[in-house]
């Protein structure tokens, strides 16, 4: 099939280098033309393991090209996918004004009956008015499919060839079909059904992962005041297999840019509903306390953080990402820096993108061993891999002292009880502190 791809964010261009891979001739446009001069030349503007590589080997077999030319890319493309932005507006909502700019965009470029796809996630109702406002542009009937995506970003590619399921919702069963045999090749359950139920599928289930974090979280925070050790409570639990394992990790809250303004979305929507949603309320709450997790433990420990060298170790919001939106490093950083501690953090990917949010708030080290030289603590807030596997003795013995608090529970017990001299304060677990 011919395809176009509004929109090259981690989930556009995901979703059209997995259609090319899987036989697709797939235009991918963007009104960015940096961008689209970068993946011209097989540069991915993102970091997304295993992207790059897909993006050549696609670009070479004439499957997938990059324009900003709204007419090149749709004319004659049987569907098309709308994969832009949808940020969160101030009052929670979200934000339509990328999506309602691309639907005016496109119109002049469709005909009679085109099959147009919203993957940006919307609130529920969103394809009835965005179906409205284009035939409003084009004077004749068009389809409009809700097709939500459910990628994690670091594991996105992984995350569409191998989905646990794909939902498409529309009113009409043959256009429904038609994208069904678009995912054909990826051999994933499809659910067919209406497209507010599709839309809700993907509120719901963001909103159910984020208050499955929180209430680990909070789990964590009662664990730590029992004693209990929050990671045996999370496996005794995940063995259940009507809770499950995942998304069961405790740790300093989720960011992103998906949780946070999704979670506010959904109870903007129940709000214009005349419900509470008190749930949800909850799960933000609760979010934004483990945010201040660490802080409240440092200043515990210290009493008083002014003048203390405190090394942050992760920025990006998870690992294998460098993205910064809504990572809790961020909530941290300025609030060591307005209780004057002297800040140093280093992230393997995320720095550049860090500097954008929190310019010089923080200093910034080019590797760990930089950051931690002579800190009286360290906050360990993102869990990348070299972190986990970098010598802890290496790091204490650089520290003017060995203090760390893990907000991600990602270094292993057994090396902490091995240091002759440390103090370790993890989420949810007693802390060790051995000397
Ligand atoms: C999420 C959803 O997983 C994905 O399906 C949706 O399409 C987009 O939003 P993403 O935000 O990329 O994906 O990352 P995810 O791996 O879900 O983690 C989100 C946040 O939750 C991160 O900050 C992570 O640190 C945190 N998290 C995740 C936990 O704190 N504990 C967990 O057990 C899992």
Not at 270 to 289: S, V, W
Not at 296 to 301: E, L, Q, T
Not at 410 to 417: A, D, G, S, T, V
Request: net charge neutral; charged share 25%; proline share 3%.
């Amino acid at each position: 099939m011919k395809i176009a791809v509004l929109g090259t964010g981690y989930v556009g261009l995901s979703t059209g280098v997995c259609l090319s891979e899987i036989g697709h001739r797939v235009t991918c446009i963007d009104i960015n033309e940096q961008k689209i001069q970068q993946l011209n030349q097989g540069i991915s503007p993102i970091y997304e393991p295993g992207l790059e590589k897909l993006l050549a080997s696609n670009m070479e077999a004439g499957r997938l090209r990059f324009t900003t030319s709204l007419s090149e890319g749709i004319t004659g493309a049987e569907i098309i996918i709308i994969a832009v932005g949808t940020p969160q507006a101030d009052d929670g909502a979200a934000d339509l004004s990328y999506l309602e700019q691309a639907a005016k965009d496109l119109s002049p470029n469709l005909v009679q009956g085109s099959i147009v796809v919203i993957k940006s996630t919307v609130p529920v109702g969103t394809n009835d008015s965005i179906k409205k406002l284009i035939e409003s542009y084009t004077g004749f009937k068009i389809h409009m499919i809700s097709n939500p995506e459910f990628l994690r970003q670091g594991s996105a590619i992984q995350d569409t060839m191998k989905a646990d399921r794909i939902i498409i919702g529309s009113e009409n069963k043959e256009m429904a079909e038609k994208v069904k045999a678009m995912y054909r090749p990826l051999d994933v359950p499809v659910i067919v059904t209406s497209t507010r139920s599709a839309e809700m599928i993907k509120y719901a289930s963001n909103a159910f992962l984020a208050t499955k974090i929180s209430f680990i979280n909070e789990i964590a925070n009662l664990s730590e005041a029992v004693g209990a050790d929050v990671e045996d409570v999370a496996k005794g639990m995940g063995m259940d297999k009507r809770i499950g394992k995942a998304f069961l990790k405790a740790g300093i809250g989720y960011g992103g840019s998906c949780f946070p303004k999704d979670v506010k979305a959904l109870l903007h929507t129940a709000g214009q509903m005349g419900m509470n949603f008190g749930l949800l309320k909850e799960t933000i709450a609760i979010n934004e306390f483990q945010r201040e997790l660490l802080l409240k433990k440092a200043v515990k420990r210290f009493g008083d953080l002014q003048g203390k060298k405190i090394a942050i170790l992760g920025l990006a919001f998870k690992p294998e990402t460098d993205d910064m939106r809504e990572a809790p490093s961020i909530n941290l950083a300025i609030a060591l820096s307005k209780l004057g501690a002297d800040t140093v953090a280093y992230d393997p990917v995320a720095t550049e993108n860090a500097k954008k949010i929190m310019g010089d708030t923080i200093k910034y080290a080019n590797s760990i061993d930089e950051a931690i030289t002579g800190a009286d603590a360290v906050f360990l807030v993102t869990e990348w891999d070299i972190f986990k596997k970098h010598n802890l003795l290496a790091i204490l013995e650089k520290m003017k002292q060995p203090i760390i608090f893990d907000g991600r529970n990602c270094l292993q017990e057994e090396k902490i009880k091995a240091c002759r001299k440390i103090e370790y304060y993890p989420v949810g677990k007693p802390a060790i502190i051995i000397g």
